[in-house]
């Protein structure tokens, strides 16, 4: 493995808490506007709500399979860019060999996963919105953003904290996605604490170790305790 287990796991706990900001927040910056553009058109709806929705509907392992694919050397990604004349911004090696943009391009994925049910939630919860409220906010003269800013976006408050919670848990848990797309490597830089435990329980680098795995194991759970209790106290403060 070339690390030591204390380092191995601040690695991986690193990655973790690199995912869980990123995804989360990419996930919240894509999913609110696309859930208020679909909120406001009258065309096309249903063929824009189910292209979104293909994330949700696709079997796991044949979507990081087509990442997989996507992210090759010869890949669809370096294809673009190579068309485009950004040759120099194509990993020879592929994105997921490349120490510098492997975990960004499973950050990328996993965002492209979690987009579609935030993006339901928070279309849900537009359509809970007083439309008496948006058009006297209009007749009062309020802009589009200041109707985002003083209205939208403080009613739709528990909506995003579940979406927060949510993508937070899966980014904490999950383990999935590395194992299939690049096992944790180029050289752990994508190994995440699950991943490890995994490894560590059925001897990924040899010999099982399943004292360790069960130490990290539970860390791992207790800072999924920690995250549900946050979230509670969270929920209720919005009551």
């Not at 995003?160 to 944790?184: C, K």
């Amino acid at each position: 493995m070339g690390h030591a287990p204390n380092k191995a796991f601040l690695n991986a706990l690193g990655n973790n808490i690199i995912i869980m900001i990123s995804v989360t927040v990419g996930v919240i910056l894509i999913a609110l506007p696309l859930a208020l553009a679909m909120n406001r058109a009258t065309r096309g709806v249903t063929a824009f709500r189910s292209l979104l929705l293909l994330p949700m509907v696709t079997a796991g392992i044949a979507v990081y399979y087509v990442w997989s694919l996507i992210y090759q050397p010869d890949g669809l990604l370096n294809s673009l860019l190579r068309a485009f004349g950004l040759e120099a911004l194509a990993p020879k090696d592929g994105w997921l060999a490349n120490i510098h943009t492997a975990l960004p391009a499973l950050i990328v994925v996993m965002i492209w996963a979690g987009v579609p049910l935030a993006m339901l939630l928070y279309l849900a919860g537009l359509q809970t919105i007083p439309q008496e409220l948006m058009e006297a906010s209009i007749v009062d003269g309020a802009g589009a953003w200041d109707r985002l800013r003083r209205i939208v976006w403080p009613l739709l408050r528990p909506v995003t904290v579940i979406i927060i919670i949510t993508t937070l848990s899966t980014a904490l848990q999950g383990y999935e996605m590395p194992l299939l797309m690049t096992d944790g490597g180029p050289t752990d830089h994508t190994m995440v604490v699950g991943l490890l435990v995994y490894k560590k329980a059925f001897g990924g680098w040899g010999t099982p170790a399943m004292g360790a795995a069960s130490a990290y194991g539970w860390i791992l759970f207790i800072l999924g305790l920690g995250l549900s209790v946050l979230s509670l106290r969270s929920m209720r403060a919005l009551d």
